[in-house]
């Protein structure tokens, strides 16, 4: 079985930063894309961002390209979103997510359906 357990949110200020962690266990993390997404109150889940699982492609939505980074680290089956230049409608809580899929391709990167297994979440608030 595969757990996920994110560490990393917290209150920033507009224009600050945070970097949020990953943790998995079980056996299918080195093979697997992850992904990030988040849920603001009253909001539908979205997709954040997501990475394959060699960690040498990478998918953002329009709204935190520039500002986002997704990265991963294997060997310690961890991934990484880091958030720089925060605003205020990204407060949400993130969850990170397992894809199903080694190598995404089209809507794989970010239909939900393709998540298998997702984390409890981590809160980010923004404060203007």
């Known amino acids: 079985q595969v757990q996920l357990v994110e560490s990393g949110g917290g209150l920033v200020q507009a224009g600050g930063s945070l970097r949020l962690s990953c943790a998995a266990s079980?056996?299918?993390?080195?093979?697997?894309?992850m992904g990030w997404f988040r849920q603001a109150p009253g909001k539908e889940r979205e997709f954040v961002a997501a990475?394959?699982?060699?960690?040498?492609?990478?998918y953002y939505v329009d709204s935190v390209k520039g500002r986002f980074t997704i990265s991963r680290d294997n060997a310690g089956s961890t991934v990484y979103l880091q958030m720089n230049s925060l605003k205020p409608e990204d407060t949400a809580v993130y969850y990170c997510?397992?894809?199903?899929?080694?190598?995404?391709?089209?809507?794989?990167?970010?239909?939900?359906?393709?998540?298998?297994?997702w984390g409890q979440g981590t809160q980010v608030t923004v404060s203007s």
């Open positions: 079980g056996r299918t993390f080195s093979s697997s894309a």
């Open positions: 997510a397992m894809n199903r899929i080694a190598q995404p391709a089209g809507i794989a990167w970010w239909y939900r359906s393709y998540y298998d297994y």
């Open positions: 990475i394959n699982w060699s960690g040498d492609r990478t």
